[in-house]
Nanobody
Framework: QVQLVESGGGSVQAGGSLRLSCAAS????????VGWFRQAPGKEREGVAV????????YYADSVKGRFTISQDNAPNTVYLQMNSLKPEDTAMYYC???????????????????WGQGTQVTVSS
């Protein structure tokens, strides 16, 4: 069974940085759509960033462009989200998700992703 485990969340002051990690087991993340999503209390889950793993393109929500960077290291099963210049409005539970379908669009739409992690909390204070 595929499992996704997020880590790296925490509490920071506005302007600070955090680096989230998404580790997958059960299969390689290469050639898949891997996205980061977030959900704040009382709000809908929204897309943050997505990467076409294995050297593909990246996409970002307008609210995080220029501040967040999604990437992967040499291992094909780990994806990162570097978050800089954090703002209080970035406070949310952050989830890693995977769409394993061939020719998937890698859209920032939660409903198309099949596998989800349990989330890691990010809290940004003023």
């Amino acid at each position: 069974q595929v499992q996704l485990v997020e880590s790296g969340g925490g509490s920071v002051q506005a302007g600070g940085s955090l680096r989230l990690s998404c580790a997958a087991s059960g299969y390689s993340l290469s050639r898949l759509c891997v996205g980061w999503f977030r959900q704040a209390p009382g709000k809908e889950r929204e897309g943050v960033a997505v990467i076409q793993s294995g050297g593909g393109k990246t996409y970002y929500a307008d609210s995080v462009k220029g501040r967040f960077t999604i990437s992967q290291d040499n291992a094909p099963n780990t994806v990162y989200l570097q978050m800089n210049s954090l703002k209080p409005e970035d406070t949310a539970m952050y989830y890693c998700a995977v769409d394993p379908r061939l020719f998937a669009s890698c859209a920032l739409v939660p409903g198309v992703y099949t596998y989800w992690g349990q989330g890691t909390q990010v809290t940004v204070s003023s």
